[in-house]
């Protein structure tokens, strides 16, 4: 199991664009039209699926949100972080 961060821990580890609410760190990202999005949210999946750590993930027409916590451990923890840094270096690519 991993530790959950501290609020501090939480607040500088965050990547940029993202926030926290509450147990969760949620970054919305937003696109031209809805398959761009699809595209998007399906290689944040692959992502989810090489991590073994799966987002929520709501598809709208323009825009991708997505939410990250550690379930078992009830909060954010480092898989939480290091998950959205690798979203965020495959956005970017």
């Known amino acids: 199991m991993a530790d959950l961060l501290s609020d ?17 760190i949620v970054r919305t990202y937003e696109f031209d039209d809805y398959l761009r999005g699809v ?21 709208r027409y323009a825009e991708v949100e997505i939410r990250l916590t550690s379930h078992e451990e009830g909060g954010i923890t480092d898989a939480d972080i290091e998950m959205a840094g690798l979203i965020e270096s ?4």
């Open 8 to 24: 501090d821990e939480i607040e500088t580890q965050l990547p940029d664009d993202w926030t926290r609410e509450g147990d969760e």
């Open 39 to 59: 595209n998007f949210a399906q290689m944040v999946g692959e992502i989810a699926e090489a991590q073994f750590h799966h987002p929520e993930i709501v598809i």
């Open 90 to 93: 495959e956005r970017d690519a």
